[in-house]
């Protein structure tokens, strides 16, 4: 089940990226984290279709050196499902917990943070993502789980 991404909630994972109520700026430079100095920012742009309910899927992900930020520019609602590390160092999907977050709601995953890959609901949705990267496969982790299924509540 579900649970509604608050800053609270993720603290743990990451940041919560909301946009200020009133004009203004907010920084986030805090949440962002590059571990190898030698990597470059990258921003790059994602186009994913909704996901059908219930979510069955057996795939996690991390960047062991980089926090990576979504950053939805159209979406509606969209999974944030992470999972703290296992005593093997994978994800321990016992413990993992799903939030839903609002089209207004970004997030940044912290370096070394195992999470889904990102999946949307309701319509197609478009997102701005940034990290840091050096072209190695460093960059990227992916494992499988168990199956797994998710239900929204």
Known sequence: MTEPLTAEAFAPFGEVLEAPAAPGRTFID?????????????????????TPLPLRSTTMER???SSQS?????????LVL??????DGGPDMARARAFLARPDQGVTYGADVWHHPSTVFDRTARFAIV?????TSADDEFVDVPPFELHLS
Do not use: C, Y
């Not at 990290?131 to 072209?135: A, L, P, V």
């Open 30 to 50: 805090a949440a962002l984290s590059n571990r190898r100095a030698h990597a470059k920012p990258s921003l790059s742009f994602s186009t994913r279709e909704p």
């Open 63 to 65: 960047h062991l050196h």
């Open 70 to 78: 979504f950053i939805p520019m159209e979406a509606g609602r969209w």
């Open 82 to 87: 992470v999972a703290p590390h296992g005593a």
């Open 131 to 135: 990290m840091w990267k050096d072209g």
